[in-house]
T-cell receptor
Framework: ETGVTQSPTHLIKTRGQQVTLRCSSQ?????VSWYQQALGQGPQFIFQ???????GRGNFPPRFSGLQFPNYSSELNVNALELDDSALYLC??????????FGAGSRLTVL | KNEVEQSPQNLTAQEGEFITINCSYS?????LHWLQQHPGGGIVSLFM???GKKKHGRLIATINIQEKHSSLHITASHPRDSAVYIC??????????????FGKGTHLIIQP
């Protein structure tokens, strides 16, 4: 049974650029959710995908968008990067309503 | 006021001590999660609770739905238990989204 893998693990971007983060769900999981964790803070819910459709969203602007693919892997896209977007981005997969399995995260630095 | 509050924020204890971390929440929930986060970021799910009590090894989690309160206990604590422990709740949601609302975490250090 594979876990949740995220890529890249670290990346550096400049303000105004765009970034795509990727997440491979654990085998058998059909739900993926994304979280932003700023340094020293708890994670914040960005959005969730279930069977390729967004079915929940936190308090994040539209420049945060995502996709879920037929194999349940997922992408998080952030446009027009701002300095405050610097954070650890965590992906978690689950079989809807059950225990979440988290990836190790992608650490984004915006300069 | 945060919807999920944890206490204490920081806790340092000696190896072998009994540890309690508390979580209070102010919203209706369908489930509560206890998570463990080690330096570097990886999060491990410890428990998912909707009522009562669960035990796994030296870890025990309890929840009181009426009081909107949960506790995580560690018996016979060990330095390898040093980590940030995070409480997170899944709200009642008509849309069924599993997105969690997190507490800020409790930073636990167990000294040998």
């Amino acid at each position: 049974e594979t876990g949740v893998t995220q890529s890249p693990t670290h990346l550096i971007k400049t303000r105004g650029q765009q970034v795509t983060l990727r997440c491979s769900s654990q085998s058998g999981h059909n739900t993926v959710s994304w979280y932003q964790q700023a340094l020293g803070q708890g994670p914040q819910f960005i959005f969730q995908y279930y069977r390729e459709e967004e079915n929940g969203r936190g308090n994040f602007p539209p420049r945060f968008s995502g996709l879920q693919f037929p194999n349940y892997s997922s992408e998080l896209n952030v446009n027009a990067l701002e300095l405050d977007d610097s954070a650890l981005y965590l992906c978690a997969s689950s079989l809807r309503g059950n225990v979440l399995t988290f990836g190790a995260g992608s650490r984004l630095t915006v300069l | 006021k945060n919807e999920v509050e944890q206490s204490p924020q920081n806790l340092t204890a000696q190896e072998g001590e009994f540890i309690t971390i508390n979580c209070s929440y102010s919203v209706g929930i369908s489930a509560l999660h206890w998570l463990q986060q080690h330096p570097g970021g990886g999060i491990v799910s410890l428990f998912m609770l909707s009522s009562g009590k669960k035990k796994h090894g030296r870890l025990i989690a309890t929840i009181n739905i009426q009081e909107k309160h949960s506790s995580l206990h560690i018996t016979a604590s060990h330095p390898r238990d040093s980590a940030v422990y995070i409480c997170a709740v899944r709200r009642h949601s008509g849309g069924g989204a599993d997105g969690l609302t997190f507490g800020k975490g409790t930073h636990l250090i167990i000294q040998p």
